[in-house]
């Protein structure tokens, strides 16, 4: 299996095990676990060849750790990211360290300034623990902006924070009163 094809079928489950499992006819449970041999059922009838070395392949060799194969090796599900109201993880709420921070684009910082970072479709906001994270997931959407968040500062003022199987901390909004811009070159921070 050559990287191309790792990260096309991550992209397809992605899609399916987060966002649109009707797509293919795939049932997600609460948990958001889904039968594996449904999945490949449900992805061919899709026009998509999938099998269970393919996932295995995903799960294992993909560095962000998206995925979770069941330990009987039948179920497979995203760890986070669900924008589909029939999932409902029950991530274990966690005291965060001092910052975290959130990778995004130039084009939504008036957005942010307004509004500070909400879930949109999503179920949480999601933070990395490290700049270069941050980075990546800013580069996927255009040019890339870092934002340090005082995340600690947050948690003390009772807002909750959970975290995923990936290491990906979750959390129901930031305000903009706990969200600065740093420049990356330099990490200088300012003020949203």
Known sequence: MNTTQLNETSKFLSYVLRHEPQAIGLQLDNEGWADI????????KAGRALDISLIQAV???????????SD??????????????SVSLQHIEREPPEFLYHGTAT????SIRQQGLIAGSRHHVHLSQDIP??????????????????????YQKDFKFFQAENGVWLTNHVPIGF??????????????
């Open 37 to 44: 041999e449904s999945l490949v059922a449900g992805a061919a």
């Open 59 to 69: 799960v294992s060799s993909i560095d962000k750790k998206r995925f979770s194969i």
């Open 72 to 85: 009987d090796g039948l179920r497979i599900r995203a760890v986070q990211g669900h924008s589909t109201p």
């Open 107 to 110: 084009r939504f910082l008036e």
């Open 133 to 154: 994270t941050a980075i990546a997931v800013g580069q996927r959407h255009g040019k890339p902006v870092v934002l340090k968040i005082e995340a600690l500062r947050m």
């Open 179 to 192: 969200i600065y811009q740093i420049d990356v070159q330099s990490s200088a921070r300012s003020a949203l």
